[in-house]
């Protein structure tokens, strides 16, 4: 791989739907066919709510919205105010949001999303990763890619886009843009990937931050707190119990993207069943995040078709981060508290060897930079400010 600039390899993104898609997204909401109320029916505030999933009366009031008052426009615009972009890695077209601080001591970052999100994830914290309005804050280059089948990178055509690759993928796009060794931040398949950067690529890395620190399987509980006994327990109930979108996509991507590529209405309730379970809420996931920030995330699916093409990273890599990789760099780990995947420190340690901080926050689920925000960015920061002065050194 390239370890120098090759800047003329890539090119200005802007993302534009047109207005023809936008109108037939409204055409197929108003026309769309709902089943009966759920069986398990209760007024509002009742987490139960959901045993069954997306409720019929939150889902009618969010497909209203999504018709009559969403605004896809305005988060184009803030997509291009950050800054896109386009390359081409091993023959498929990688999107990416880069914003390059204006502060000379700024630390290269990628920032990986993960499953059902995307760069929306990110969008609104890359300004302040950038520029802190706090002089003493650390400052970020922020690279936010798309990751294969998801946005506006392409869908792949063959088997094979795995994390692994992926995360070799990520090296050369950081290489690209003149960053030859940069600081790792993701969650969901987004930590998997941040986990293979420090592992892998530890000539690259600087270090990582990650909310999905995944210790190597076969582990006793033997000496473990009640309370991390607990987390263990959560994670293995969540495999068995909760997981069924993930088997169903790690086993038949196809079968399910024709409903999520066909149906905006189908495309909503798979997204928003898991925005629902897996945030940091008693009821409904708009508690904590806005009915728009959810509905960019899922128009952008809408608009990208990529219903099919995301799911596939699960047929691709489900299960299967090599249990023998060690990370030996820096490393920061935040578990939020109604996360869906929670390893106890002393399993976590025996991959992530150079744990410098521990953070074990009291508000926050799966999708903590919507969730709290202005905790998120203060803890990546402080994360990462911790990951660079272990590793002595900056680029």
Do not use: C
């Amino acid at each position: 791989m390239s370890t120098h600039s090759r800047l003329s390899d890539v090119q200005a993104f802007e993302a534009h739907a047109t207005d023809a898609d936008l109108d037939d997204l409204r055409a197929r909401l108003a026309a769309a066919r709902l089943p009966e109320t759920e069986t398990v029916h209760r007024a509002a505030p009742d987490p139960r709510r959901w045993e069954q999933g997306v409720p019929l009366a939150d889902l009618v009031d969010v497909v209203h919205y999504w018709r009559t008052g969403y605004d896809w426009r305005s988060f184009e615009a803030r997509l291009d105010r950050i800054g896109q972009f386009r390359t081409t890695i091993d023959g498929l077209g990688i999107h990416f949001l880069h914003r390059r601080s204006t502060r000379a001591d700024a630390t290269p970052l990628i920032l990986t999303h993960g499953w059902p999100g995307s760069v929306v994830e990110f969008a609104h914290v890359i300004d302040e990763l950038a520029d802190p309005k706090d002089a003493d804050a650390p400052a970020f280059h922020v690279v936010a890619p798309s990751l294969p089948g998801f946005g506006y990178s392409d869908k792949p055509a063959t088997t094979g886009w795995g994390t692994r690759k992926i995360a070799a993928a990520w090296v050369e796009l950081m290489a690209r843009l003149g960053y030859s060794r940069f600081a790792a931040h993701g969650g969901d398949w987004g930590g998997v990937i941040t986990t293979i950067l420090g592992g892998s690529f530890p000539e690259h890395v600087l270090g990582v931050h990650t909310t999905l620190a995944q210790a190597p399987p076969g582990l006793s509980t033997d000496g473990l707190t009640a309370a991390e006994r607990q987390w263990t327990e959560e994670t293995h109930d969540f495999w068995h119990h909760r997981a069924a979108y993930a088997k169903q996509q790690a086993t038949r991507p196809q079968t399910i993207g024709y409903s999520l590529v066909d149906s905006p209405v189908g495309l909503l309730a798979w997204i928003l069943d898991k925005f629902a379970e897996w945030t940091d809420t008693e009821d409904s996931p708009f508690e904590t995040i806005s009915r728009d920030r959810v509905l960019d995330n899922v128009t952008l699916y809408w608009l990208t078709r990529t219903g099919a093409s995301s799911a596939r990273i699960y047929y691709e890599s489900h299960l299967s981060l090599d249990p023998g990789l060690r990370v030996d760099v820096p490393s920061a780990v935040t578990v939020y508290p109604r996360d869906i995947e929670k390893y106890p420190r002393p399993w976590a340690q025996e991959r992530f060897r150079q744990i410098v901080r521990w953070r074990e926050p009291e508000a926050g689920g799966h999708f903590p930079s919507l969730e709290v925000p202005e905790y998120f960015v203060r803890d990546l920061r402080e994360g990462l400010a911790a990951v660079l002065a272990a590793g002595g050194s900056r680029p």
